[in-house]
């Protein structure tokens, strides 16, 4: 598949954008035709350049408001056309984007419109370029791609064709199949953009809110398939009007759209594997067409993975974590023999403190995994830096991540040592691709419990201080969820990266309200649910503020915020885990008075059931298929704990009590700056 | 009129949201539950805590989903209410708002939902407590005010009337007159909130995008009028949600909330005396009812500003200004008798340069003005930090603006100066209100052209350095309009208050496209055009970098960021003055060739004309009325200028060109980004 991208998707000057897209390994660019006329680089110099970036000039667009005019704007329209052929020459390219009338077009007649476009056709002819006419979704008379397809087969002049773009015709929820009939050689262009599923006006969800493949609702496979099956075999390009997009950092966005085209790439062909061409197609017999004049690569398929392997959690000061997880219920585990990281179970829920410094030179200072480099200290102030998931096959796996440009990250090991697969999600966490196992357990937890050569004190739970209270409540722990917060302008792309690279499933998202604005909330998932991420989009604010007060070189600077983060942990007996926890002490998040009458009010719970909830600091929820209890640790830097109990098949994480969460946290987070 | 605000509204904690609701001023507040259940503060805690703010607690809300469901579900609602009206006793409330069920109604029967609300008035009853009713514009059978009113009639009940928001109202087109017809006694309760028009589900329109009072499109001065002569003398309560309100200073927002319902208060009062009730109204004479239960305050009345009177540019180090005014043909006025201050004047463009010190102490510290007080020292890059403004009163008209919570700018002045009103915009420019004179000339300028005592070496274009080349082609110079960059979180306040305090009416915003993304800009204008403000929302990116580089101290730390701003001037010959301005060895902004190309293209333009446009790096716009020419200088500091030319009646902006003007700036500040 030949892959572009219009220049309106990123952000900075023609050559900015143009140097990013031959980093991210394009094929071929569209010119946006603003981005041409504020340039200071002449149109011989964008040749130019384009042919030692290797870049091909695939479109210039767009040409607007031509059909359906009286006489005299027609006039003025072909010689504006001619003034863009003419510049077109100079800049080497060959095919324009015509879109349907919008603004002028005043005469609603197809004969007229198809004489009309001929006049152009031919003028297009005479300059050695062709016309590519697309159906804006909203144009006054043409939006439809079928009416726009059957002006070009009228108009029958060989500089004339369709561009496709799956905007404007899903955004349309028009059926896609027709598209299998066209003759592929009417078929100039095909553009993809995708998007959230939106009620409002067409013009300004497709200005503002398109995103890359995979970003959004659409069922761009299917609508790829029919276009494969067409016979086209021209550019797949990408032209999304995106205000995120617009402001992002040019290089990492254009990565970012490339990952959609290959993952797109992909999700094609395993549409037209699933759907196989009916026998009574256009082709002759029932075996043809089975080889389609486009290629589509693939990737090394991979399962979704089975689990959390581990949570990281690194700090330079481990003291209120290690307490936590000592009160949780969770046991010491020793520390790592080579690395200064340590190791804390309960159940099959792992939890690894690194104390180790960060990498050098990485664009992901957040930490190293179990398998961490050299470089800065780590920061202070414990930060969520890495997740291990459990997948069948590392190796495939981590492949199927570095083909969809997932920036590996650095680690070493030494002989003897589990080697982890490891690569960097857009918030900068690291993520790990482990070998799960079918018990749950981990092979590389062999590699702790050996004394750690600095000769440090023990932490207070450690495993020779005898069992640990409770300890057997845990027994059936496993993470639960994992809570990551991200910055706004890569929420998006990583809903694309978790998506392609690990598979996971987007849901609808939620949006809660906290003290400082509303958060959004999109949840990730495979189907058994053996691994759910929730991604948190904390308000502007929220984020200005944790970056005004972040210290250099804690996890996160340059990309992710000091938010506050958090790991769940499930277990079988909640309120045992949390009568332990109280009993070793443990700092739970205290909820108010006011939650548990508003908790009466709305489910009239049993006086004793309710007492104990109040009594324990949990919080309840119930839906139609189960109930929902949980807690929260207090916030150490920017991480907390959360243990939950599910009951039934309920399938939330108690988002109607997320609010109170958030109320208190800040309370809290303001206590502290008042008295300090 | 009573004022209300709901706490939803407004960032924070509950107790923080009550104290800045006082000090802003309301009479009461409508407590919006989530804020009760996720505060510390128990229901007798609030009730004490608004007593001792001087607030009453007027609206408990909301109460979803009670009606048109079965007699089971009926039933668990009862005992929820029960429980709610329990808890308003102990918070001392009287009224509950119910809102029309969206999520659970399965029954669409008007006699079944009249006796199920009549179960619950009875309840309320027993309780000593009423329930306002309200028509949600997206209720499942109920999303009509009419029908709720009407429901509210056949139940008849003391303690069951209705609740009237302008949202649920507006939102779906409703005709308000039928309010007038309302027993004003059923009417327990009255919402009010503004938003923009916009095409997208109402849902989601009411939940992210309401605003207050004068900063959207509804006609609430007329759904006010309605109200207030059905006879309504209850709190008119803001019920506001909006992502960005939810995330911004407490205390500021309150103050905006607060401005927009005096301004509405005032518009309401103006509506009635424009629109007198109808003879055969319900009342029984014509004289009747011209008082109206409800007492409405007004504020002085200002005619709109005639025009500019001067901008001021603070700056410490001043020769890059001085050098670009001279290049343009103003001519150097002297210094002040008494400050550390420059005026430069062509035709009737005044610029005032200002060295002065910041004013001690004050949340504006962006400059003083031609009267500044004293403290840190101007920052060295120019800024652009006062406007003053021609008004018939400026005694009057700063009394307007101090009754519409403008924090008024200290100043000192000596004897025999001129006095300026001044006050804070919210982007901390500071606003002058002068004494317009009809022949354009300003008495203050007497003030200036003595010889400054600090002895300090006089600027390139003294007055006694001869007269100015070509300053003849500016003598029907005035300040065309000025644009200033707004911080994304003060936008909507500073549309209300340039709306109300300065009389400039908001027209439909644009987007322009700049290399970092979309640019929204909101012209603000007078009705005659003396006065055209731009009000520019920059891309979140350009704000957050601006505000990464910013100087301590500079020119709008806190507020304002440090964006490209800039002054135009108007004047009668563009071509002389860009040529006199290159003879002088001005700076312009260069314009790529490109953008002649697409010219060209566009308009067919006379190769001569536009071959000047090309030599002078002019830009053009021209539209049905008329014709536009101008162009810019180069950058010094956050400063800017632009030169313009009308032909006809052209009443743009040239808004066609500013990504032209985005791009050659953002590429020029690379460039020093680069060599530096």
């Given at each position: 598949?030949?892959?572009?991208?219009?220049?309106?998707?990123?952000?900075?000057?023609?050559?900015?954008?143009?140097?990013?897209?031959?980093?991210?390994?394009?094929?071929?660019?569209?010119?946006?035709?603003?981005?041409?006329?504020?340039?200071?680089?002449?149109?011989?110099?964008?040749?130019?350049?384009?042919?030692?970036?290797?870049?091909?000039?695939?479109?210039?667009?767009?040409?607007?408001?031509?059909?359906?005019?009286?006489?005299?704007?027609?006039?003025?329209?072909?010689?504006?056309?001619?003034?863009?052929?003419?510049?077109?020459?100079?800049?080497?390219?060959?095919?324009?984007?015509?879109?349907?009338?919008?603004?002028?077009?005043?005469?609603?007649?197809?004969?007229?419109?198809?004489?009309q476009l001929s006049r152009l056709a031919a003028l297009a002819g005479d300059h050695g370029v062709k016309v590519a006419y697309e159906a804006l979704a909203w144009g006054k008379y043409v939006n439809d791609y079928e009416h726009a397809h059957r002006l070009v087969d009228m108009v029958d002049h060989p500089n004339l064709g369709t561009c496709l773009d799956s905007f404007h015709i899903l955004s349309r929820d028009w059926d896609t199949a027709p598209i299998e009939a066209f003759n592929p050689e009417k078929i100039f262009f095909v553009q993809v953009a995708d998007a959230p599923k939106l009620s409002m006006d067409v013009l300004s969800w497709s200005r503002h809110y398109r995103v890359f493949p995979?970003?959004?609702?659409?069922?761009?496979?299917?609508?790829?398939?029919?276009?494969?099956?067409?016979?086209?075999?021209?550019?797949?390009?990408?032209?999304?009007?995106?205000?995120?997009?617009?402001?992002?950092?040019?290089?990492?966005?254009?990565?970012?759209?490339?990952?959609?085209?290959?993952?797109?790439?992909?999700?094609?062909?395993?549409?037209?594997?699933?759907?196989?061409?009916?026998?009574?197609?256009?082709?002759?017999?029932?075996?043809?067409?089975?080889?389609?004049?486009?290629?589509?690569?693939?990737?090394?398929?991979?399962?979704?993975?089975?689990?959390?392997?581990?949570?990281?959690?690194?700090?330079?000061?481990?003291?209120?974590?290690?307490?936590?997880?000592?009160?949780?219920?969770?046991?010491?585990?020793?520390?790592?023999?080579?690395?200064?990281?340590?190791?804390?179970?309960?159940?099959?829920?792992?939890?690894?403190?690194?104390?180790?410094?960060?990498?050098?030179?990485?664009?992901?200072?957040?930490?190293?995994?179990?398998?961490?480099?050299?470089?800065?200290?780590?920061?202070?102030?414990?930060?969520?830096?890495?997740?291990?998931?459990?997948?069948?096959?590392?190796?495939?796996?981590?492949?199927?991540?570095?083909?969809?440009?997932?920036?590996?990250?650095?680690?070493?090991?030494?002989?003897?040592?589990?080697?982890?697969?490891?690569?960097?999600?857009?918030?900068?966490?690291?993520?790990?691709?482990?070998?799960?196992?079918?018990?749950?357990?981990?092979?590389?937890?062999?590699?702790?419990?050996?004394?750690?050569?600095?000769?440090?004190?023990?932490?207070?739970?450690?495993?020779?201080?005898?069992?640990?209270?409770?300890?057997?409540?845990?027994?059936?722990?496993?993470?639960?969820?994992?809570?990551?917060?991200?910055?706004?302008?890569?929420?998006?792309?990583?809903?694309?990266?978790?998506?392609?690279?690990?598979?996971?499933?987007?849901?609808?998202?939620?949006?809660?309200?906290?003290?400082?604005?509303?958060?959004?909330?999109?949840?990730?998932?495979?189907?058994?649910?053996?691994?759910?991420?929730?991604?948190?989009?904390?308000?502007?604010?929220?984020?200005?503020?944790?970056?005004?007060?972040?210290?250099?070189?804690?996890?996160?600077?340059?990309?992710?915020?000091?938010?506050?983060?958090?790991?769940?942990?499930?277990?079988?007996?909640?309120?045992?885990?949390?009568?332990?926890?109280?009993?070793?002490?443990?700092?739970?998040?205290?909820?108010?008075?006011?939650?548990?009458?508003?908790?009466?009010?709305?489910?009239?719970?049993?006086?004793?059931?309710?007492?104990?909830?109040?009594?324990?600091?949990?919080?309840?929820?119930?839906?139609?298929?189960?109930?929902?209890?949980?807690?929260?640790?207090?916030?150490?830097?920017?991480?907390?704990?959360?243990?939950?109990?599910?009951?039934?098949?309920?399938?939330?994480?108690?988002?109607?009590?997320?609010?109170?969460?958030?109320?208190?946290?800040?309370?809290?987070?303001?206590?502290?700056?008042?008295?300090?």
């Amino acid at each position: 598949m030949r892959t572009g991208i219009a220049t309106v998707c990123l952000s900075g000057t023609l050559r900015e954008k143009m140097q990013a897209c031959a980093v991210a390994g394009f094929d071929g660019i569209e010119i946006f035709e603003q981005d041409l006329v504020t340039s200071p680089l002449s149109p011989e110099d964008v040749r130019k350049l384009a042919a030692d970036l290797g870049l091909t000039l695939d479109l210039y667009q767009p040409f607007r408001d031509f059909d359906s005019v009286p006489e005299d704007l027609l006039a003025a329209n072909l010689r504006r056309a001619d003034a863009k052929f003419r510049l077109m020459s100079r800049l080497g390219m060959d095919t324009m984007l015509l879109c349907s009338n919008v603004g002028t077009a005043t005469i609603d007649d197809d004969e007229l419109r198809a004489a009309q476009l001929s006049r152009l056709a031919a003028l297009a002819g005479d300059h050695g370029v062709k016309v590519a006419y697309e159906a804006l979704a909203w144009g006054k008379y043409v939006n439809d791609y079928e009416h726009a397809h059957r002006l070009v087969d009228m108009v029958d002049h060989p500089n004339l064709g369709t561009c496709l773009d799956s905007f404007h015709i899903l955004s349309r929820d028009w059926d896609t199949a027709p598209i299998e009939a066209f003759n592929p050689e009417k078929i100039f262009f095909v553009q993809v953009a995708d998007a959230p599923k939106l009620s409002m006006d067409v013009l300004s969800w497709s200005r503002h809110y398109r995103v890359f493949p995979g970003e959004g609702q659409f069922e761009l496979a299917k609508f790829m398939g029919h276009v494969v099956r067409a016979g086209y075999a021209g550019p797949v390009s990408l032209e999304v009007f995106n205000d995120v997009f617009r402001q992002s950092d040019v290089e990492r966005t254009a990565v970012d759209a490339m990952r959609s085209l290959i993952w797109l790439e992909e999700q094609s062909a395993r549409w037209l594997e699933a759907n196989p061409a009916p026998a009574a197609g256009k082709a002759s017999g029932a075996s043809a067409r089975r080889r389609y004049p486009m290629e589509l690569a693939t990737l090394p398929r991979v399962a979704e993975p089975a689990g959390f392997n581990f949570a990281e959690v690194r700090a330079g000061d481990t003291a209120g974590l290690e307490t936590l997880l000592g009160q949780l219920g969770f046991a010491f585990n020793g520390r790592h023999r080579t690395k200064d990281v340590q190791l804390w179970t309960m159940g099959h829920a792992r939890v690894i403190i690194n104390e180790e410094p960060a990498p050098f030179g990485t664009a992901t200072p957040a930490g190293g995994g179990p398998a961490a480099g050299t470089g800065q200290p780590a920061p202070a102030a414990p930060a969520i830096s890495a997740l291990g998931f459990d997948v069948d096959s590392p190796v495939i796996a981590a492949a199927r991540a570095q083909q969809l440009k997932a920036p590996a990250v650095p680690r070493k090991s030494q002989a003897n040592e589990e080697v982890f697969q490891g690569f960097a999600a857009p918030d900068s966490t690291e993520i790990f691709l482990c070998q799960g196992s079918p018990d749950g357990t981990a092979a590389w937890v062999g590699e702790f419990g050996e004394p750690y050569e600095s000769g440090e004190e023990l932490p207070l739970a450690a495993p020779d201080a005898g069992p640990v209270p409770g300890a057997g409540a845990g027994a059936g722990a496993v993470i639960d969820h994992v809570n990551l917060a991200q910055p706004w302008q890569h929420f998006d792309e990583a809903v694309l990266f978790y998506t392609s690279a690990l598979a996971l499933e987007p849901q609808p998202y939620a949006e809660v309200a906290s003290p400082t604005g509303l958060v959004r909330s999109q949840v990730m998932l495979t189907e058994d649910r053996g691994v759910r991420l929730v991604l948190n989009l904390a308000p502007l604010l929220q984020q200005e503020a944790a970056d005004g007060t972040k210290e250099p070189g804690a996890a996160g600077s340059g990309h992710r915020r000091t938010y506050q983060e958090h790991v769940a942990f499930a277990v079988d007996d909640l309120v045992a885990t949390a009568r332990a926890a109280r009993d070793r002490g443990l700092d739970f998040l205290q909820i108010p008075a006011n939650y548990y009458e508003d908790l009466d009010a709305r489910f009239a719970l049993d006086p004793e059931f309710l007492a104990t909830l109040r009594e324990l600091n949990l919080l309840y929820d119930r839906d139609a298929d189960g109930e929902f209890l949980h807690f929260y640790t207090a916030t150490v830097g920017s991480v907390f704990f959360e243990m939950v109990e599910r009951r039934g098949a309920y399938d939330g994480y108690g988002a109607p009590n997320a609010p109170v969460r958030h109320a208190v946290q800040y309370d809290h987070l303001h206590q502290l700056t008042r008295t300090s």
